[in-house]
Every structure is written in structure tokens, then in C-alpha cells.
């Protein structure tokens, strides 16, 4: 239990093998060399770390591996000084991971690069250690994060009763990781957070959250891949480019069934040269669900499967946010329908958000009368506005209340 304090002290010892006199000619102080009492409470809280769903093992590890690689023809002032350093290190390491957590939540693309404040976070540990305080940064940050604090609090308690509730406990220490670096990117970004487990979605500008919604998200045979990546665009009365997948799996077998099927269900065929072909007119001995070259598009309008409002940004599962003229499903507590893609269930609510320096492109668009327009009104979004779609069996709901939801596509 005491590994840390043991390593710190072996290269106290090293450091001492020359006159301390020599450190008179270094105008420099040390921040941990020559205060016992620092090093003690540094030594204390990685051991502890537990409790804030952290891993003592990551900071012990790096403070074994300096030591044992520390040069033993160095002067002692160097010595003293590049041990220093090392310990200053691992208490920046530490305190990085609670300003950030230890790890950034496991996506399948991140096409977006969020900037974190580690040179804040080395003033501040400097600022408390020479203030003989180092404890009350853990504090700072942790009622900083209020999302965090309450996990903590969780997690304390089922670590109490640790005979039953191992996986909660491992699900509590990834979620508190996940929500500090949430809380770091909040401070200077505007995002959309969509939550897979819990079917949530949360508008974030600056740390305030702007509002918060039921969505639709993938089925567990089609899920909803997770990702960071940035707005690009809106597009009113969208059409719908059907998925190959869907074609494949779902439609073919009902046209060849039904040679109206295209026709009465509002798609449209589109073959490689983009122009429109008569789906009765079609050889069907030609085609397969595996073969079948022609684009299925529905129709703008009230009966679109995605409504009269999309979102798109970069992803290389080609998913998307959409509106859905199957409102009904957004009072289901298990929400889980779609082919991958997420369904708002207040889209027009998010589009003049993103839209909130282009209104006149929105405000001039009749939702109750889309049937006037015939094509699609593509709208770029100029304000930077990412999208975070994430995986968390932890969530809070609107008032503040955290709950444990079901592991719906078994992720380890």
C-alpha cells in the first residue's frame, strides 16, 4: 500500500548523497524535494484513488520508471531538481486525470480534435502545493463537476457494500471519467450530446446546457455507432436515399412480391446515370438483393421517413439526426427503432438553435404546408456546432438525478 511513498522516498535518498548547500546557488524552489508533508499528501491521495475512480497503479508505475531510469552521475543539485520534477509530473498526471478523466470515452470516429487546458490545471497544482492544500484542488474539482460529484457519491457508497455490485462499480469509475472530460469540453464548445443507452439528447453552449429531448436510436441488429464530428449542414425537406442495406434486407423482396410496391410507398427508382426508371417496367429476372444498381429515394414531405428536417455531419457509417413522422414512439420508455440513424423528437426546436444567425432561412419555411416545396433547401451551419453521439449506461434526467441504464448492445 505504501509503494508510492517508498519510491518517492528512494529518490529522496539518491538526490541526498551531495552537500544540500549546493541548492543555495539554484534560485529555482523545488516544489516537493525538501517538504515531507507535500509528498506525504501527494502519496496519500494517489493511494486513495479509488475513490475517485481513478487507478493508484497508473502513478505508481510512472514514478517507478523514472526512478529506475534516474542517472547516477548527475550532481546532486541536478539530481534534486530532476527528482522534484518527477514528482511534479505524477501530481500533474493525477490531477490531469481528475480535471479530465483518465481516458476519453471509446468512440468508433472521432473527427474532431477538443482542446484541454492542461497548462491551467499545472498552475493550479502549483498554486495548492505551495499553499500546503494540494487536498482541496481534489475537492475543487470534484464540486466543480456536478454530474461527477454525484457518481463519486455513488460509487463511495457501492464500494461501502462491495459483495455484490462489482459491475456497477466498474460502470460508475467509467462514467466519471467520461463526464470530466464532458465537463472540459463544455467550457468553450457548443455540441449536440446524443446518449445511446438512454435515448437522450443535450444542447450545450458553454457549459449551459440549452435543452434536452427524447430521440429514437438504433435497433440492437442495426445500432447507432458512436462518433465526434462536426455540423456541417441542415436541409429542409429533405429526401430519403434509401440505404443499400435496407434495400437489400427490407425492400426487394416486397417489390418483387409487389411491382406497385416503390410506386404506392412514394420512392422513386434512379439508375447510374440519375435519371428516373419505372420500376414495373424492370426486367425482375435481372436483379437480386444482392444486385440491384438503382437509388431508392422517397419524397419530400409529412410522409419522408425523416420528416421535414436533417442534420448532417461527417461519419463514415453515414448516420445522421433527423425529425420522423412517427411521433407517437417518442412516449415509448425503451426507444430503440431505428436502422442506425437518430430521430428528434423536437427538430425544429435543435434547427433554430443551429440557425440562430440564419433565421430568415427557417422562419421562411411553412411546416405546416410543406407540400409547397418540391426539392430539398440545403442550409450550411455557419455557427461551429459539433455532435457527440456516446455510449453510457450512466445519465442524468431533468432533474438531475442519476440512473443506471440497460447495456442495450452488450458493449464490454
Same mark, same amino acid.
Given at each position: 500500500?505504501r509503494?508510492i511513498?517508498?519510491?518517492i522516498?528512494?529518490?529522496?535518498?539518491?538526490?541526498?548523497?551531495k552537500?544540500a548547500?549546493?541548492?543555495?546557488?539554484?534560485?529555482?524552489?523545488?516544489l516537493?524535494?525538501?517538504?515531507p508533508?507535500r509528498?506525504?499528501?501527494?502519496?496519500?491521495?494517489?493511494k486513495?484513488a479509488?475513490g475517485l475512480?481513478l487507478?493508484?497503479?497508473d502513478?505508481?508505475y510512472q514514478?517507478?520508471q523514472?526512478?529506475?531510469?534516474?542517472?547516477?552521475?548527475?550532481?546532486?543539485?541536478?539530481?534534486?531538481?530532476?527528482?522534484?520534477?518527477?514528482i511534479i509530473?505524477?501530481a500533474?498526471?493525477?490531477f490531469?486525470?481528475?480535471a479530465?478523466g483518465?481516458s476519453?470515452p471509446?468512440?468508433d470516429?472521432?473527427?474532431v480534435?477538443?482542446k484541454l487546458?492542461?497548462y491551467?490545471?499545472?498552475?493550479?497544482?502549483k498554486?495548492?502545493?505551495?499553499?500546503e492544500?494540494?487536498?482541496?484542488?481534489?475537492k475543487?474539482?470534484?464540486?466543480?463537476i456536478k454530474?461527477?460529484s454525484?457518481i463519486?457519491?455513488t460509487?463511495?457508497?457501492?464500494q461501502a457494500?462491495?459483495?455484490?455490485?462489482?459491475?456497477?462499480?466498474k460502470?460508475?469509475?467509467?462514467a466519471?471519467?467520461?463526464?470530466?472530460?464532458?465537463?472540459?469540453?463544455?467550457?468553450?464548445?457548443?455540441?449536440?450530446?446524443?446518449n445511446i443507452?438512454s435515448?437522450?439528447?443535450?444542447a450545450?453552449d458553454?457549459?449551459?446546457?440549452?435543452m434536452?429531448?427524447?430521440?429514437i436510436?438504433?435497433?440492437?441488429?442495426?445500432p447507432?455507432?458512436t462518433l465526434?464530428?462536426?455540423?456541417?449542414?441542415?436541409i429542409?425537406?429533405?429526401?430519403?436515399?434509401?440505404?443499400?442495406s435496407?434495400?437489400?434486407?427490407e425492400?426487394f423482396n416486397?417489390?418483387?412480391?409487389?411491382?406497385?410496391?416503390?410506386?404506392?410507398?412514394?420512392? $422513386?427508382?434512379i439508375?447510374?446515370? =440519375?435519371?428516373?426508371? +419505372?420500376?414495373? @417496367?424492370l426486367d425482375?429476372s *435481372?436483379?437480386?438483393?444482392?444486385?440491384f444498381?438503382?437509388?431508392?429515394r422517397?419524397?419530400?414531405?409529412?410522409d419522408?421517413?425523416?420528416?421535414?428536417?436533417?442534420?448532417?455531419?461527417?461519419?463514415?457509417s453515414s448516420?445522421?439526426l433527423?425529425d420522423?413522422p412517427?411521433?407517437?414512439?417518442f412516449?415509448?420508455?425503451?426507444?430503440?427503432y431505428?436502422h442506425?440513424c437518430i430521430?428528434?423528437e423536437?427538430?425544429i426546436?435543435i434547427?433554430n438553435?443551429l440557425?440562430?444567425?440564419?433565421?430568415?432561412a427557417?422562419?421562411?419555411?411553412?411546416f405546416?404546408?410543406?407540400?409547397?416545396?418540391?426539392?430539398?433547401r440545403?442550409i450550411?451551419?455557419?455557427?461551429? $456546432?459539433?455532435v457527440?453521439?456516446? =455510449?453510457?449506461?450512466? +445519465?442524468?434526467? @431533468?432533474?438531475?438525478?442519476? *440512473?443506471f441504464y440497460k447495456?442495450?448492445?452488450?458493449?464490454?
Open positions: 500500500m509503494l511513498f517508498t519510491i522516498v528512494s529518490i529522496l535518498l539518491l538526490a541526498n548523497s552537500s548547500a549546493q541548492l543555495d546557488n539554484h534560485k529555482k524552489p523545488m516537493f524535494i525538501g517538504h508533508n509528498i506525504k499528501s501527494l502519496d496519500s491521495l494517489i486513495n479509488s475512480a487507478n493508484s497503479n502513478y505508481q514514478l517507478k523514472n526512478s529506475e531510469t534516474d542517472s547516477l552521475g548527475e550532481t546532486a543539485v541536478n539530481n534534486q531538481f530532476k527528482n522534484d520534477s518527477i509530473g505524477v500533474n498526471h493525477f490531469n486525470d481528475l479530465f483518465n476519453i471509446k468512440l470516429y472521432n473527427g480534435k477538443f487546458n492542461v491551467e490545471v499545472a498552475l493550479l497544482v498554486k495548492y502545493v505551495e499553499r492544500s494540494i487536498n482541496d484542488l481534489v475543487y474539482y470534484i464540486k466543480s454530474e461527477v454525484i463519486l457519491d460509487l463511495k457508497f457501492y457494500n462491495n459483495t455484490i455490485q462489482l459491475d456497477k462499480i460502470i460508475l469509475q467509467n466519471a471519467n467520461d463526464f470530466r472530460w464532458l465537463n472540459a469540453i463544455k467550457k468553450s464548445n457548443r455540441f449536440i450530446l446524443v443507452p435515448a437522450q439528447l443535450k450545450y458553454s457549459n449551459k446546457l440549452i434536452a429531448m427524447r430521440v436510436v438504433g435497433k440492437s441488429s442495426t447507432t455507432n465526434a464530428s462536426t455540423i456541417n449542414r441542415l429542409l425537406n429533405p429526401y430519403w436515399m434509401v440505404p443499400k435496407i434495400i437489400k434486407n425492400m416486397k417489390y418483387k412480391a409487389d411491382r406497385d410496391y416503390f410506386f404506392k410507398n412514394g420512392f $422513386t427508382l439508375n447510374e446515370s =440519375y435519371k428516373t426508371v +419505372d420500376p414495373c @417496367n425482375i *435481372k436483379y437480386s438483393k444482392d444486385y444498381p438503382f437509388i431508392v422517397q419524397g419530400t414531405g409529412l419522408n421517413s425523416l420528416g421535414l428536417l436533417k442534420i448532417e455531419f461527417d461519419s463514415p448516420i445522421y433527423h420522423t412517427q411521433k407517437q414512439l412516449k415509448n420508455a425503451r426507444r430503440f431505428s442506425g430521430r428528434m423536437r427538430p426546436d434547427g438553435w440557425l440562430q444567425n440564419n433565421r430568415i427557417i422562419d421562411t419555411f411553412d405546416k404546408k410543406p407540400s409547397k416545396y418540391t426539392i430539398p440545403p450550411p451551419v455557419t455557427i461551429s $456546432t459539433q457527440i453521439i456516446w =455510449y453510457s449506461l450512466i +445519465d442524468f434526467d @431533468n432533474q438531475g438525478v442519476l *440512473k447495456n442495450v448492445y452488450n458493449k464490454q
